[in-house]
Structures are given as C-alpha cells and as structure tokens.
T-cell receptor
Framework: DADVTQTPRNRITKTGKRIMLECSQT?????MYWYRQDPGLGLRLIYY???????NKGEISDGYSVSRQAQAKFSLSLESAIPNQTALYFC????????????FGPGTRLTVL | AQSVTQPDIHITVSEGASLELRCNYS??????LFWYVQSPGQGLQLLLK??????LVQGIKGFEAEFKRSQSSFNLRKPSVHWSDAAEYFC??????????????FGSGTQLTVLP
C-alpha cells in the first residue's frame, strides 16, 4: 500500500462549489504539506502543518483552507472554487529533523469549470 | 529568500546518450538540495539529496548529482539514458532549521524526452 494517499485522484467541479481534497499517510510523519502544480511553475506551497495543532500558510494560501484532523490526515478545502484553481494538487509528508526530505502522494487533478 | 532556477524547460536526448540537467539555487547558507522525478500521471519520487559531505551524490536509477558551492549549482547527470527516464525532473532547495518555517522551494522543472 502507498505511504501517502490522496482522494479523489481526479475531480471536475463547477465555479462556486465547495470541494475538499483529502490526504492520508501511514509513514508516521508529523509534518504534512499541500502543494499545487501548474505547467511551467513547478510546485508551489499552499499550506503546511508541523503537527496537529500547528497550521501555517504557504506561498499561495488565498482561496484555500486546511484541516489537520489527526497526525495521519490533512485536508485541503476550496470554499468557493474558481477556474484558476484548476491544477494538480500534491500532498507531502516529512519527518522532523535536519533533512527536509519530503515524500509525495500521487496527486489530485482538479478541474474547475 | 531561497530560489531555484532550472534553465532548460525541455531537453531531448537519444537513448544511450549521456544526460545533464542544470539546477542553480539561491540561498544564504548551506542548502539542502534535492532532485525529484515525476513520471506521467505519477507523484514526485525522490532521486537523490545532498546535505553535507561528499559533493558528488549517488541516487536511484543510476543518477548522480554534484554540488558546486562556487557556482551555486546542483546538476543532475546520468551516463546513459534509458527510454524509461522520460519524465519531468524537479530540483528543490530546502533550508537549514532555524526554528522558523522550513520549506522546499522547487524549480519550474525540466521535461526530458528520450528518442529511440
């Protein structure tokens, strides 16, 4: 089984709808991240969480919110989706320490019409 | 602020040829450096990482990278490319722990095409 899973893998929604993307991990890592990937822009950090009680905004948090329900679960919500939020979304985890090595899920492809 | 530049958006090589993907970074202290690969429809897989010590690091799938502090570079190399190496490659830089936010900053990626 994959260490970092994301659901759904693909989602098409309409402008104005609320949508939640979910991430679960079995790696036992405290730190979790949400990124979006757009062609030519690489990955950009949306939110990150260093433990259940610690949530931080990343580079592009506007229009997004997150919830860390447990050590293993980190959800990303779009309260009112808009077309420019169409992207590939990745969840990642890492363990505390000096290495910053992150492990990624398979991604969720979101299309907002 | 840290940043990463991958100057080549797209590279095409023939199978069996050597490969070098360029990565330049900007960071005020000793960086942690990473190369990830993304195959079509897949997530990102860690190829290799550099933290300290030997500046030539070996990774999976026959890849290696060399950290050159004087050039602020961390180029990825492979002596003989296989068709299965066709993918997008991302360089990333991470910061040393300072008690504040520690993040990975990614380059924009290099798409590798392998010709038969």
């Amino acid at each position: 089984d994959a260490d970092v899973t994301q659901t759904p893998r693909n989602r098409i929604t309409k402008t104005g709808k609320r949508i939640m993307l979910e991430c679960s991990q079995t790696k036992g890592h405290d730190r979790m991240y949400w990124y979006r990937q757009d062609p030519g822009l690489g990955l950009r950090l949306i939110y990150y969480s260093f433990d259940v009680k610690d949530i931080n905004k990343g580079e592009i948090s506007d229009g997004y919110s997150v919830s860390r329900q447990a050590q293993a679960k980190f959800s990303l919500s779009l309260e009112s989706a808009i077309p420019n939020q169409t992207a590939l979304y990745f969840c990642a985890t890492s363990e505390p320490g000096r290495t910053d090595t992150q492990y990624f899920g398979p991604g969720t492809r979101l299309t907002v019409l | 602020a840290q940043s990463v530049t991958q100057p080549d958006i797209h590279i095409t090589v023939s199978e069996g040829a050597s490969l070098e993907l360029r990565c330049n970074y900007s960071y005020g202290a000793t960086p942690y450096l990473f190369w990830y690969v993304q195959s079509p429809g897949q997530g990102l897989q860690l190829l290799l990482k550099y933290f300290s010590g030997d500046t030539l690091v070996q990774g999976i799938k026959g890849f290696e990278a060399e950290f050159k502090r004087s050039q602020s570079s961390f180029n990825l190399r492979k002596p003989s490319v296989h068709w299965s190496d066709a993918a997008e490659y991302f360089c990333a830089v991470g910061g040393i722990s300072s008690g504040s936010a520690r993040q990975l900053t990614f380059g924009s990626g290099t798409q590798l095409t392998v010709l038969p």
